[in-house]
């Protein structure tokens, strides 16, 4: 979307705003513009990277219960292991420093999945939804703002 400017120059306004993006861009607007509008990518933290694959092996796992197929620790692992490469491939580069700390995050990651797969919130009840998107036109906003909630 965009609306006309003087000159025929074009603004180009988002078709929605997430809360994330909002507090970027109130934390720091220059930043902000780097990342969100250049799309310039800075490499990925490797707590970041870590917390990505562990939240869709998690997510996997809730999604397989709620459809009630498959949600094995090998299948959560699995799980884990393709968001790892997937991440790394789609979303640029980790700053792991050396190879065998990219071993070690994988290892952390899959003893992370397996102790909650392990604990007893994790089974305690089946959800009612996985990964539920939310959109809410908010007076006084030109976009929509959204969100999403892992689990209901």
Known sequence: RGQPKEGGVMLAFPEHISPS???????CSLRFYFERVAGIKKPTSVALHLGKSIHAALQAFHLARW???DDSPEF?????????LQLE????????????????????????VAAY?????????????VE???????PGLSVPLTGAMDLV
Not at 117 to 129: G, I, Q, V
Not at 132 to 138: A, H, M, R
């Open 21 to 27: 993006a909002a507090k970027s861009y109130l934390s």
């Open 67 to 69: 459809r009630g197929e």
């Open 76 to 84: 959560v692992a699995e799980a884990f292991e393709k968001a790892f």
């Open 89 to 112: 491939r789609d979303q640029g580069p980790v700053n792991f420093g050396e190879p065998s700390k990219r071993e070690k995050a994988i290892g952390d990651g899959l003893r992370v």
């Open 117 to 129: 797969l392990a604990s007893p919130e994790a089974l305690k009840e089946k959800p009612r939804a």
């Open 132 to 138: 539920v998107f939310l959109k809410e036109e908010i």
